[in-house]
T-cell receptor
Framework: DTGVSQDPRHKITKRGQNVTFRCDPI?????LYWYRQTLGQGPEFLTY????????KSRLLSDRFSAERPKGSFSTLEIQRTEQGDSAMYLC???????????FGEGSRLTVL | QKEVEQDPGPLSVPEGAIVSLNCTYS??????FMWYRQYSRKGPELLMY????GNKEDGRFTAQVDKSSKYISLFIRDSQPSDSATYLC???????????????FGQGTILTVHP
């Protein structure tokens, strides 16, 4: 399978715990994006990498959130001290540089109890 | 007021009907307009992509953009039960810069096509 891969698909955690999601983009794509989608809403942009550089972050990305793409390949999104409001689907997408479509993964669903 | 407004529906149509979905937006900097389809518990997949104003056709799907009215539409002809999904409009700014992949999505319209 050469699509965008995300892991885990579903994570249930207690409030206050830390969680980490991983995204493996399509191999030749140098741009990687994280989006968050809550029930009944469209995805919202969180952050964007070009290769290993994090070039843009949304105001939605509070200081409890951190994203990395250490070698310009896979990326991780960590949420510290989770809150119930963090419950959502976290979507990863990748694309080539310039004009190109975003390819989304199937998402990592977070449930904070 | 949101930058992109989309009627969430739900919309229910019989098989074979023509479906019309639309979005309005307020940010005149948007130049790239997309429609994504999202099945339950799956990630969005790109259906149509249009630059600036005009029409684009791909099989049973037609996308229209009217920048003067800040209004975009997606038409589905001869709708099929397999078209049942949530349809999301999305928009972005200048190409080549970081803003291209920074999409602003509508809320999504839930469509059901019944046999």
């Amino acid at each position: 399978d050469t699509g965008v891969s995300q892991d885990p698909r579903h994570k249930i955690t207690k409030r206050g715990q830390n969680v980490t999601f991983r995204c493996d983009p399509i191999s030749e794509h140098n741009r990687l994006y994280w989006y968050r989608q809550t029930l009944g809403q469209g995805p919202e942009f969180l952050t964007y990498f070009q290769n290993e550089a994090q070039l843009e972050k949304s105001r939605l990305l509070s200081d409890r959130f951190s994203a990395e793409r250490p070698k310009g390949s896979f990326s991780t999104l960590e949420i510290q001290r989770t809150e119930q409001g963090d419950s959502a689907m976290y979507l990863c997408a990748s694309s080539t540089q310039g004009v190109g479509e975003l390819f989304f993964g199937e998402g990592s669903r977070l449930t904070v109890l | 007021q949101k930058e992109v407004e989309q009627d969430p529906g739900p919309l229910s149509v019989p098989e074979g009907a023509i479906v019309s979905l639309n979005c309005t937006y307020s940010n005149s900097a948007f130049q790239y307009f997309m429609w994504y389809r999202q099945y339950s518990r799956k990630g969005p997949e790109l259906l149509m992509y249009t630059y600036s104003s005009g029409n684009k056709e791909d099989g049973r799907f037609t996308a229209q953009v009217d920048k003067s009215s800040k209004y975009i539409s997606l038409f589905i002809r001869d709708s099929q039960p397999s078209d049942s999904a949530t349809y999301l409009c999305a928009m972005s700014g200048n190409a080549g810069g970081t803003s291209y992949g920074k999409l602003t999505f509508g809320q999504g319209t839930i469509l059901t096509v019944h046999p």
